[in-house]
């Protein structure tokens, strides 16, 4: 043992390598493996974005910024929420852009939590936020959402924040969401703000999947509670970017004057080149993620229907690209030896619930980010596997 092991902050002990990731690793050796595991688009860059980072890198875009980002890509951001979500920010003091949204998350918690803070997330919750917060030395608090049909209500907030009082410092709300795909329509998002503005708690609002909404236009939480929400996006999902890592925090000045230094000591600013890729995104390619959202609706309907079909109670996804489905009574509710069962057998490897966190035990999370003949060869192994139980 190194002599310095138990030197490190302790914080660090208390997190892992997310179980996406550990388990998407154990089953990849597996010949013939068909994965339907990692949240990321299978489509590529739209041609024109690609050749505006082309261009960038030769005009020689490869200095810094400033640490909130170019101001063209601040106005095309803001320009793009307005236009698309009826939020309005100010680019030049309401704006940042950060290394993907994982960035902004991180930005955004460290600057505002303290050791003892409580932070609710409305459970199953993306597995990504609580390491985080344990890192910040504050504590999660889990919300069970499974009887709500995975919808956070209002009573829920009101029953947390009597249990926890003042030591909630923060909420953080994903829609669409992952794992479970859905999203939250107006009339929720308006009950959830008028809710949540009875108590001084900071609204961070996941919304990195806002342009993958099949059913109706996204609604932001900022519309209707902008002086308490952290407004979270970036261009990952939307314009199949996840290597460029361009994401934004969009807030009311008073809190981005706060969160900038924070990210400022975490990466200095965002990538040069990939932030004169995201003007063109946001500007000419304001559109782009339509045609990848019609595909993605094709293939959420196919995989929805074959899956209860075979006796699978699926939360019905309105957005992102997941499916998250109740185990089959017969097979129990170990998720994590189902799919690894499955994976052994019948070489398909989807992600158990328990990754989402323990209301997350039971079921089971398809990505539908892949094409319809790799969902239809998928849903061919998965009857495979439970009809021969």
């Given at each position: ?254 809190l981005t004057a706060q969160i900038i230094k924070v990210h400022q000591y975490l990466v200095t600013a965002a990538a040069t080149m990939s932030q004169k890729a995201a003007v063109r995104a946001l500007i000419q390619g304001m559109a782009d993620g339509e045609v990848m959202r019609e595909e993605y609706r094709k293939r959420r309907d196919y995989l929805y229907k074959e899956m209860t079909d075979m006796g699978f109670e699926v939360a019905r ?73």
């Amino acid at each position: 043992m190194n002599k310095l092991d138990k030197r490190f902050n302790p914080n660090v002990y208390k997190i892992a390598v997310s179980l996406i990731r550990q388990f998407d690793e154990q089953v990849s050796d597996i010949p013939n493996m068909l994965k339907l595991t990692l949240g990321e688009p299978d489509f590529n860059t739209p041609e024109h974005v690609k050749a505006a980072g082309e261009q960038a890198i030769r005009d020689n875009y490869s200095h810094y910024t400033g640490m909130s980002g170019l101001l063209d890509v601040r106005d095309a951001a803001s320009q793009f929420v307005a236009q698309k979500y009826d939020v309005h920010y100010d680019s030049k003091s309401e704006v940042l852009v950060t290394v993907g949204a994982t960035e902004a998350i991180s930005a955004s918690l460290l600057a505002i939590l303290e050791p003892g803070d409580k932070v609710l997330l409305p459970a199953p919750t993306y597995p990504g936020y609580e390491p985080l917060i344990l890192l910040a030395d504050a504590e999660p608090v889990y919300i069970d959402t499974r009887e709500s049909g995975f919808v956070l209500t209002p009573e829920q907030i009101d029953q947390a924040m009597a249990e926890h009082g003042d030591a909630v410092k923060a909420i953080i709300i994903t829609s669409p969401s992952n794992p479970t795909g859905v999203a939250y329509n107006e009339e929720e998002i308006k009950a959830l703000a008028e809710t949540l503005a009875k108590y001084d708690v900071f609204v961070i609002s996941d919304e990195i999947y806002s342009e993958l909404n099949y059913e109706a236009q996204h609604v932001s939480f900022a519309k209707y509670l902008r002086e308490q929400t952290i407004l979270i996006n970036g261009l990952s999902k939307s314009h199949a970017m996840t290597g460029w890592r361009i994401g934004f925090i969009f807030a009311p000045e008073s809190l981005t004057a706060q969160i900038i230094k924070v990210h400022q000591y975490l990466v200095t600013a965002a990538a040069t080149m990939s932030q004169k890729a995201a003007v063109r995104a946001l500007i000419q390619g304001m559109a782009d993620g339509e045609v990848m959202r019609e595909e993605y609706r094709k293939r959420r309907d196919y995989l929805y229907k074959e899956m209860t079909d075979m006796g699978f109670e699926v939360a019905r996804p309105s957005g992102a690209f997941y499916l998250f489905a109740k185990i089959p009574e017969q097979f129990g509710t170990d998720s994590m030896a189902f799919c690894l069962d499955l994976a052994k057998k019948n070489q398909l490897a989807v992600i158990p619930g328990i990754a989402f966190g323990e209301e997350g035990e039971g079921y089971i999370r398809l990505s539908y980010a892949a094409s319809l003949e790799q969902l239809t060869e998928a849903a061919r192994r998965l009857r495979n596997y439970v009809e021969s139980k």
